[in-house]
């Protein structure tokens, strides 16, 4: 019997996208026939970069893999991935302490939608790089150059620069 087709939800802020972030994209490539990158609206975080400007990143970093799209979305991750189709919800892990969170949600979701998550362990490399930490130190003027892609370093220190937020002695 022919396997069913597989898409998979990685849902996220992505504000920005990271090393990390990609790491687990890269990871997965080859365990679902499709995979869309889910950026969540997440107006409570107060999101730096706003939704289209975290869609964009994003979809310039996957111009290469054909099988990796990239939404925004505005509603419950479950009810979104219900949505589109995806029968699996894909989630980096750093460390035990996303673990401890990412367990309770993937419970969570799995009673009140029936999905399934999956979990990649990103490279050890990235396993402290989080996407609030990269803009904390940005903002205070810290390299974070190798922790995220060229073209996110570039629009975050532009970012910084028009919100006043970067040091003026760090200023090119
Ligand atoms: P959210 O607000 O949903 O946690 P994030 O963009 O912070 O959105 O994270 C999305 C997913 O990517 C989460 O599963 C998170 O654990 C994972 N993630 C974030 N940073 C990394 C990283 N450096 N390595 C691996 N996974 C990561």
Redesign the pocket.
């Known amino acids: 019997m022919a396997r069913p087709f597989i898409r998979a939800l990685?849902?996220?802020?992505?504000?920005p996208i990271?090393?990390?972030?990609l790491?687990?994209i890269h990871r997965s490539l080859n365990l679902f026939d499709e995979l869309i990158v889910g950026v969540?609206n997440?107006p409570l975080?107060n999101p730096l970069f706003t939704l289209s400007e975290r869609v964009e990143l994003i979809a310039e970093l996957i111009t290469d893999m054909p099988n990796v799209r990239v939404q925004s979305y505005d509603c419950l991750t479950t009810e979104y991935a219900a949505g589109i189709g995806a029968t699996v919800i894909l989630?980096?892990?750093?460390n035990l302490t996303?673990v401890q969170y990412?367990f309770q949600l993937a419970m969570t979701n799995r009673a009140v939608a029936g999905i399934e998550t999956v979990f990649v362990m990103?490279c050890e490399q990235?396993?402290f790089?989080?996407?609030a930490l990269i803009r904390e130190i940005a903002a205070l003027g810290g390299d974070v150059s190798n922790l995220i892609p060229q073209c996110v370093y570039k629009k975050l220190r532009e970012k910084l620069k028009m919100s006043g937020k970067y040091p003026a002695d760090k200023l090119d």
């Open positions: 990685f849902p996220g802020s992505f504000d990271t090393n990390g972030h790491d687990v969540g997440s975080k989630r980096g892990l750093r996303d990412e990103t990235y396993g790089t989080s996407s």
